[in-house]
């Protein structure tokens, strides 16, 4: 496809054959944190087991490391994707908050030409590179309420309720730590308890 550009970096591992590849994983071990409900053909499972995670850190994603590290074009994809493959690889539990995930796949297939890439391709660049080593995590109705009632006490309104959305599901999964380009998005929401690292 045209405009299609995310192949693994030369001589780091056997790129994936058939189509458009994510990272270039060195291997494609199974993730022992993976919830096999999220790769069921009905849909996404946002919901993890407190008691599976309580004592296991774990890292969260915003879609800005997501972009840059899985489109080869991106003036940080080098970094970002020598920071994704290294920590998917590494055994750590990784949050993938669905709005994350979501707003990935919006942005790859709403870019301008030549960078645009189609539906099919954009969802299996992020099912090759994430689905089988990291959690998707959302937030359920009720969780939903309170974060936006959160987001009003901090008078938050916006496009930084987005990063909310990364910040509530990424709390909801534990993580310890977040990463991201764009830590000035996440410097308002009050996020005790979550390191936010940036490259």
């Known amino acids: 496809?045209?405009?299609?550009?995310?192949?693994?970096?030369p001589g780091r591992c056997e790129s994936f054959s058939g189509g458009p590849s994510g990272l270039p994983f060195r291997s494609n071990p199974e993730n022992p944190w993976h919830n096999p409900r999220s790769s069921a053909s009905a849909g996404?499972?946002?919901?993890?087991?407190?008691d599976e995670t309580a004592l296991v850190p774990a890292t969260a994603l915003d879609t800005s490391i997501l972009i840059a590290g899985l489109l080869s074009w991106h003036e940080r994809h080098r970094d970002a994707s020598d920071l994704l493959v290294e920590l998917l690889e590494s055994g750590e539990r990784v949050v993938l908050p669905l709005h994350a995930l979501a707003e990935t796949?919006?942005?790859?297939?709403?870019?301008?030409?030549p960078h645009r890439l189609s539906p099919r391709d954009a969802l299996q660049i992020l099912e090759r590179?994430?689905?089988?080593?990291?959690?998707v995590v959302g937030l359920d109705g009720e969780e939903g309420w309170h974060c936006l009632g959160d987001l009003v006490q901090s008078s938050i309104s916006g496009g930084t309720t987005y990063d909310g959305l990364i910040l509530a599901s990424a709390r909801k999964g534990q993580a310890t730590r977040i990463f991201t380009l764009n830590p000035s998005h996440f410097e308002r929401l009050g996020v005790d308890g979550i390191e936010i690292v940036t490259l």
């Open 1 to 9: 496809m045209a405009g299609l550009k995310s192949s693994p970096l």
């Open 129 to 135: 590179s994430l689905r089988i080593r990291a959690n």
């Open 44 to 50: 996404i499972s946002v919901t993890v087991d407190p």
């Open 105 to 113: 796949y919006s942005v790859m297939t709403r870019l301008p030409a």
